[in-house]
């Protein structure tokens, strides 16, 4: 049995994954904290999830929480990361985030975090996309030279970054294994006369609608064929159950950064 720390636990993720714990055999929930002066500070975690358990109190993030956890778990927004990382450096806290739409100022506070502690960052904590990342490497390499290649990937109307983290993973692992950089031959959107596209682009497009929990579709297309990958989540509680898989696998390892891929065995 493991204790987590949900961090941001007042957001969409962080109650799914007081859920995801309450549903947990081996997981127990260490603490759930918010911003300081939140509203929710004082409630009891289960009833801010919507659960029938009684659980600790929503408490503001502080140093001396750490000591009640095994393993931080953070879904909360870009700004509140530098702070996270500190506290989990200072108090010598594995940390499992989730956090998307980061800044390359950001991602190197995450490598400098991970020389000191053991850090698992995933664009997506699903077992699925991590399947799906392996399988389009596999598609690129046997007729990613011959292919349009096209992502195309849907949430809900409240999410803040486009394209999502695990579209930009997806290009990622498509743009390495044919030795491309993504920041040159990614083209975002398109929009009046842009003539033929090249066959080295990767192109991404993004819809923003209603209650879409996550969509991702990867294109492969020649002419006369073409290959779709795709990888739909229904529940937020398939990323919320890969972040505490990551927090269990996570507890034993040594400072380094880590991604689901390690989590899964699949690198």
Not at 105 to 124: H, M, S, Y
Not at 133 to 140: F, H, Y
Request: proline share 2%; hydrophobic share 45%.
């Amino acid at each position: 049995m493991i204790k987590v720390g949900i961090l941001g636990a007042n957001g969409r993720m962080g109650r799914v994954l007081i859920d995801a714990v309450y549903q947990h055999s081996h997981v127990a929930l260490g603490f759930a904290s918010v911003r300081s002066g939140s509203s929710f500070i004082g409630m009891d975690a289960g009833e801010l999830a919507g659960v029938a358990k009684q659980y600790v109190k929503v408490c503001a993030l502080e140093a001396s929480l750490l000591n009640n956890a095994d393993v931080l778990v953070d879904f909360t927004l870009p700004e509140a990361l530098a702070d996270n990382l500190n506290l989990a450096v200072s108090n010598n806290s594995p940390i499992v985030i989730g956090t998307t739409g980061l800044l390359p100022g950001q991602l190197a506070l995450i490598d400098e975090a991970a020389k000191k502690i053991p850090v698992v960052f995933a664009a997506n904590y699903s077992v699925g996309v991590n399947v799906m990342l392996n399988l389009v490497k596999q598609t690129a390499s046997i007729m990613g030279e011959q292919s349009d290649i096209e992502i195309v990937e849907a949430h809900h109307r409240f999410k803040k970054d486009a394209p999502s983290g695990t579209a930009m993973a997806i290009g990622e692992a498509i743009a390495d294994t044919l030795s491309r950089d993504l920041s040159q031959c990614a083209v975002y959107g398109r929009e009046g006369v842009t003539g033929e596209r090249t066959r080295e682009t990767i192109g991404f497009a993004t819809v923003r609608a209603g209650d879409i929990v996550g969509e991702h579709t990867a294109i492969f297309a020649s002419l006369g064929e073409r290959i779709e990958i795709t990888h739909k989540a229904s529940s937020r509680l398939t990323f919320a159950n890969g972040a505490l898989s990551a927090a269990m696998w996570l507890k034993n390892q040594a400072p380094g950064l880590y991604t689901m891929q390690n989590v899964l065995g699949l690198k």
